[in-house]
């Protein structure tokens, strides 16, 4: 089955604290990306990847990292987590064309406080 | 620069009613344009997406969607709600050429019985 799989789900931790979320496509897309979205404010792209080792920031890259080593693999990383970054998190990914839809995951649930 | 704007954060409908969900997009060159929603508890899926040719788009649900670039609209419509429509849609540009997604601030469907 075709799928973008976000672990944790949920992750209730305290600031400061170093945290990693997964995500893995099982599509061979070469297009990730990783999304925040907050109540009023939709969906806030943080980082893409075209392809592995190509990543760019997105329009709220500030406190994230990310790396590509991997084609099917995006992890997004908090070195020093912050109670602003409490949200939802998606990845998601597609084919390297700009007319792709992009698949997403279930989302990640982070609390930081 | 690209903003997607969704008139109304909220909408209800009986259930039968038409349904018409606004998306006013800015952007100097036709984008491409997605529509996706997203049940509780999971992530976006893709309900119909425009790219070239014709401007009437169907999608999945009995979902449709209209470009017409004069207005730089690309609304969302369903003749009949069900009470399964029922969810959250997101409206989403991306530029010819660029890798970045914009997604509107989201439209909350309910449908009343």
């Known amino acids: 089955e075709a799928q973008v799989t976000q672990n944790p789900r949920y992750l209730i931790t305290v600031t400061g604290k170093k945290l990693t979320v997964t995500c893995s496509q099982n599509?061979?897309?070469?297009?990730m990306s990783w999304y925040r979205q907050d109540p009023g404010l939709g969906l806030r792209q943080i980082y893409y990847?075209?392809?592995?080792?190509?990543?760019d920031k997105g329009d709220v890259p500030e406190g994230y990292k990310v790396s590509r080593k991997e084609k099917r693999n995006f992890p997004l990383i908090l070195e020093s987590p912050s109670p602003n970054q409490t949200s939802l998190y998606f990845c998601a990914s597609s084919f390297d064309r700009e007319n792709q839809p992009q698949h997403f995951g279930d989302g990640t649930r982070l609390s930081i406080l | 620069a690209q903003s997607v704007t969704q008139l109304g954060s909220h909408v209800s409908v009986s259930e039968g009613a038409l349904v018409l969900l606004r998306c006013n997009y800015s952007s100097s060159v036709p984008p491409y344009l997605f529509w996706y929603v997203q049940y509780p508890n999971q992530g976006l899926q893709l309900l119909l997406k425009y790219t070239t040719g014709a401007t009437l788009v169907k999608g999945i649900n009995g979902f449709e969607a209209e470009f017409k670039k004069s207005e730089t609209s690309f609304h969302l419509t369903k003749p009949s709600a069900h009470m399964s429509d029922a969810a959250e849609y997101f409206c989403?540009?991306?530029?010819?050429?660029?890798?970045?997604?914009?997604f509107g601030a989201g439209t909350r469907l309910f449908v009343k019985a």
């Open positions: 989403a540009v991306r530029n010819t050429g660029g890798f970045k997604t914009i």
């Open positions: 599509m061979n897309h070469e297009y």
């Open positions: 990847s075209m392809n592995v080792e190509v990543t």
